[in-house]
């Protein structure tokens, strides 16, 4: 069974960079997509970045576009995050799943999630 865990949250200035890993285990087929996700206080989960396991193929929130990458090795998916503004605050999520959506309730596999925090 695949299991996620990530780390790499934390506190940082606007205009700064942090880079999310999450680590898997266990077998993720070539054709499954991962992504990230977050969630705000008081607010609903929210998709952030998705990629296709084996395969280049990306997409990203408006919101992120042209600051975040996301991308994967044969054992992990990384976030790298540039140009952080305070409403990028949030508990970050590492998921996997079968469809190719942003959607997050297509998403069945989850990681507990780590903490960013950027300050104005």
């Known amino acids: 069974q695949v299991q996620l865990i990530e780390s790499g949250g934390g506190l940082v200035q606007t205009g700064g960079s942090l880079r999310l890993s999450c680590a898997t285990s266990?077998?993720?087929?070539?054709?499954?997509?991962v992504g990230w996700f977050r969630q705000a206080p008081g607010k609903e989960r929210e998709f952030v970045a998705i990629?296709?396991?084996?395969?280049?193929s990306t997409i990203y929130a408006d919101s992120v576009k042209g600051r975040f990458t996301i991308s994967t090795t044969n054992t992990h998916v990384y976030l790298q995050m540039t140009g952080l503004k305070p409403e990028d605050t949030a508990v970050y999520y590492c998921?996997?799943?079968?469809?190719?959506?942003?959607?997050?309730?297509?998403?069945?596999?989850w990681g507990q999630g780590t903490q960013v925090t950027v300050s104005s």
């Open positions: 266990g077998r993720i087929y070539s054709s499954y997509v």
């Open positions: 998921a996997c799943g079968p469809a190719y959506e942003t959607i997050p309730s297509h998403y069945t596999i």
């Open positions: 990629k296709r396991w084996k395969t280049p």
